[in-house]
């Protein structure tokens, strides 16, 4: 009964959290996980939970293509969770983990929107469901400040992310998803593959290729809708 009663609390505060990160800037989520350091354990719980019921993690996706790169490649894993990429892919290829919190040595602590790297250093940045924060643009083109020219970057992000209010059909999807790919166009990542295959999730894969002026004045930020997990 008590077991019970702590998970139904634990799904409640994973929910609450969840919806704090989706709904508030970076800076904020920064905050909150410094203020309580323990909110991250409960989050990352929660979340390993959700996604374990999903036929497919996006994580080991990723995995699978990077292993493809040349050894070496330099890997930035954005909001890396428990660091899978890293402590899958080191020391063969060289992957910086970046996160709000550590939780275990391969984790940096960043706010994906201003991370510890110089320009033009990565062959490869990830964005495995972690584009959270209403400010998460920024997240994108710290991305392309430290991707190399022509670097890539694959984003995964929950399907329902893309839907517009009135709910999840396809078509309003497929809406969302071709707002989200104009908007990375507009700050300089053109599309190379994309896969909504997945129940679950969509996959992105963009290259970083040089800006025209044009372009430049005509910057829009992406707009994702907040993934709400449902009650346990
Ligand atoms: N990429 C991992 C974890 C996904 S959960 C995986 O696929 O397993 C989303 C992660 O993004 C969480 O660990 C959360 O703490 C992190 N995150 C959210 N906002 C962030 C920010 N501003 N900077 C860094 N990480 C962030």
Redesign the pocket.
């Known amino acids: 009964m008590q077991a019970k009663f702590r998970a139904k609390l634990e799904s409640g505060q994973f929910r609450w959290l969840n919806e704090q ?1 989706y709904t508030k800037s ?1 800076e904020d ?2 905050k909150l ?1 410094a203020d309580t350091p323990k909110l ?1 354990d409960v ?2 719980k929660g ?1 390993e939970l959700q ?1 374990e019921k999903w036929p497919l ?3 080991n996706v990723i995995i699978k293509r990077l292993k493809k790169l040349p050894e070496k490649s330099s890997i930035g ?6 660091a ?1 990429i890293a402590r899958t892919l080191s020391p063969k290829w060289i992957v910086h983990s ?4 550590e939780t275990n040595e391969f984790v940096t602590v ?4 201003s991370v510890p790297l110089q320009d033009q250093v990565l062959d490869v940045a ?5 584009l ?2 209403i400010d998460f643009h920024r ?1 994108i083109e710290e991305a392309r400040r430290v991707l190399k020219p022509n670097g890539l970057l694959i984003v ?1 992000e929950v399907k329902s992310r893309f839907g517009n209010e009135a709910g999840s059909s396809e078509e309003s999807m497929l809406g969302g998803i071709k707002e989200f790919k104009r908007s990375l166009g507009n700050i300089g990542f053109k599309l190379e593959q994309e896969d909504t295959s997945n129940t679950m999730f969509v996959m992105f894969q963009f290259r970083k290729i040089e800006l025209t002026d044009k372009k430049q004045s005509n910057q829009q930020s992406a707009v994702l809708k907040a993934c709400i997990y449902k009650r346990r």
């Open positions: 990160l970076s989520a920064v996980f991250f989050y990352h979340f996604v993690n996006p994580v894993d954005f909001g890396c969770g428990n899978l970046f996160d709000l919190a960043a706010n994906s929107a990830v964005f495995c469901l972690s959270m924060g997240f995964a």
